[in-house]
């Protein structure tokens, strides 16, 4: 599982009262929110109100499940064991059917809404909001030619962007993987106080981070029937190849050309750069190596290459 970094604790209120065991609401809940609760050895503590139910369990996407047991207030608790500071996915299951944590806010992951709780890791601080200049994450729609639609991205824009106002920059295009999307580097990650805290430090450059939707179709494609077919399948991988093709198209042919046309961006390939996390680092080897006159920088983390034979 991917580590995402999220540290930010709530200044306020239930958000930061500690219970006599030591355990503090997550800093991923809804604000006021008393669970899920983490404790320093990195156990978390799920409370969900399930009067009727005959079975609740904590649903977590590494593949374990968490059976609750039943109060008398009809409530259903649970602690688990200590688990791996980062952000972890999960879903509750109350008598088979899947449902959402009212007490976590939901991330998207795994091609859907799910809640999520952040285990922090100890002695950390590079991925939380430090007193540093900040910079800010802006959405942009453009309309895309390639797809006929119009697609939306986040961009970081740095410390000083609006301010320094001759200043052009270097151009990052960090894409997520599968089942995710172009919030999570944001939302689960916190990749915007990450470069705030590196820039204060001098430890990296001032820069643009291009946050792109991973998934496309060009224009007119009609999806194939894919019902029943395993990953792998030529089917599948028919399929995948197209919507490769699609993302390649419409970042080279239309985002590129969008944010160098709305952005002070430095337009030539020594200071365009692009990486991506499994599924995105797939899409970034492609994309780079059919165009290295657009690219200089190249960053995969477990992704492959694409196969089109």
């Not at 492609?286 to 034979?309: E, K, M």
Request: aromatic letters at 12%; one cysteine or more.
């Amino acid at each position: 599982m991917k580590r995402l970094a999220i540290a930010i604790f709530l200044a306020a209120g239930l958000c930061c009262a500690q219970s006599p065991d030591g355990f503090q609401p997550a800093s991923t809940n809804v604000w006021g929110a008393e669970f899920p609760r983490v404790d320093a050895a990195g156990k978390a503590e799920f409370r969900i109100k399930a009067p009727d139910a005959a079975k609740v369990q904590i649903n977590f996407w590494s593949g374990s499940k968490i059976d609750m047991a039943k109060q008398l207030d009809g409530f259903w608790t649970a602690t688990t064991g200590p688990l791996v500071p980062g952000f972890h996915y999960y879903t509750v299951i109350i008598d088979s059917a899947e449902e959402t944590d009212p007490g976590s806010h939901t991330f998207f992951g795994g091609g859907k809404d799910a809640s999520g709780i952040e285990i922090p890791e100890a002695g950390a601080t590079y991925y939380s909001p430090q007193d540093v200049p900040h910079g800010q994450v802006r959405e942009v729609w453009y309309n895309s030619k390639v797809t006929g639609t119009w697609r939306h991205a986040l961009v970081y824009t740095p410390p000083g962007y609006d301010t320094n106002t001759r200043t052009r920059y270097p151009v990052l295009y960090l894409q997520h993987g599968g089942g995710e999307d172009e919030t999570g580097w944001v939302r689960q990650g916190h990749a915007n106080f990450i470069l705030d805290n590196l820039i204060a430090a001098g430890k990296t450059k001032p820069m643009l981070v291009v946050m792109a939707y991973g998934y496309a179709w060009h224009v007119g494609h009609v999806n194939a029937d894919l019902t029943g077919k395993p990953f792998g399948s030529p089917e599948m991988m028919k399929a995948m190849q197209e919507m490769s093709s699609a993302f390649e198209d419409d970042l080279t042919q239309d985002l590129i050309p969008y944010i160098d046309a709305n952005f002070r961006t430095i337009a030539d390939r020594d200071h365009r750069a692009m990486a991506g996390l499994s599924m995105g680092g797939m899409q970034t080897f492609q994309v780079t190596f059919d165009h290295l006159d657009l690219f200089s920088y190249i960053g995969g983390f477990t992704g492959q290459v694409a196969c089109r034979c």
